[in-house]
T-cell receptor
């Protein structure tokens, strides 16, 4: 079946530190991959996406590359800010039906000044 | 541009009570879904719909009913609330599998 595994949190970093949040997936076909971000008290917002192997999604300084050979989609940012404090979710869309999304458990990030 | 609108934002129920969580989207999306978010569990799919008149079960459908009479609306019904249904509920919609989900701001439900 389809599943997403992401690194456990919480993660605490100092401002301007480098961020990596690991995400690996299992899928029967060729899924689209997503990172969503959830700020306190809000719904999830799309951060970036990649729809095929070797695609790189990027937004707001965050990047993730779709690696088919390692079934991974790790999220990175070179220099985090306090405003990046949030919960980050890795997700994939079902390649067979395109209608179901599968989410990881989320990784909480806190950036301290 | 409203996007996905959920009501209410907060709700407290007693065990056995029923209620409906409302969800409406104004983007003409065919696909709509309901998730629940629990600590350490991520988001789990309850029910989804690929168009008006079509619904299907997700990962955790027990205790919930849905219907889709219009493209815009996708209400979630709890027929007899249980404490295990205490959670934050999110409605989401999208166009297709390469399009991202658009989420509402959630409904925080407490069942006592």
């Amino acid at each position: 079946g389809n599943s997403v595994t992401q690194m456990e949190g919480p993660v605490t970093l100092s401002e301007e530190a480098f961020l990596t949040i690991n995400c690996t997936y299992t899928a029967t076909g060729y899924p689209s991959l997503f990172w969503y971000v959830q700020y306190p008290g809000e719904g999830l917002q799309l951060l970036l996406k990649a729809t095929k192997a070797d695609d790189k999604g990027s937004n707001k300084g965050f990047e993730a590359t779709y690696r088919k050979e390692t079934t991974s989609f790790h999220l990175e940012k070179g220099s985090v800010q306090v405003s990046d404090s949030a919960v980050y979710f890795c997700a994939l869309s079902d390649p067979l039906t395109g209608n179901q999304f599968y989410f990881g458990t989320g990784t909480s990030l806190t950036v301290i000044p | 541009n409203a996007g996905v609108t959920q009501t209410p934002k907060f709700q407290v129920l007693k065990t056995g009570q029923s209620m409906t969580l409302q969800c409406a989207q104004d983007m003409n999306h065919e696909y709509m879904s309901w998730y629940r978010q629990d600590p350490g569990m991520g988001l789990r799919l309850i029910h989804y719909s690929v168009g008006a008149g079509i619904t299907d079960q997700g990962e955790v459908p027990n205790g919930y009913n849905v219907s889709r009479s219009t493209t815009e609306d996708f209400p979630l019904r709890l027929l007899s609330a249980a404490p295990s249904q205490t959670s934050v509920y999110f409605c989401a919609s999208s166009n297709n599998r390469e399009s991202p989900l658009h989420f509402g701001n959630g409904t925080r439900l407490t069942v006592t």
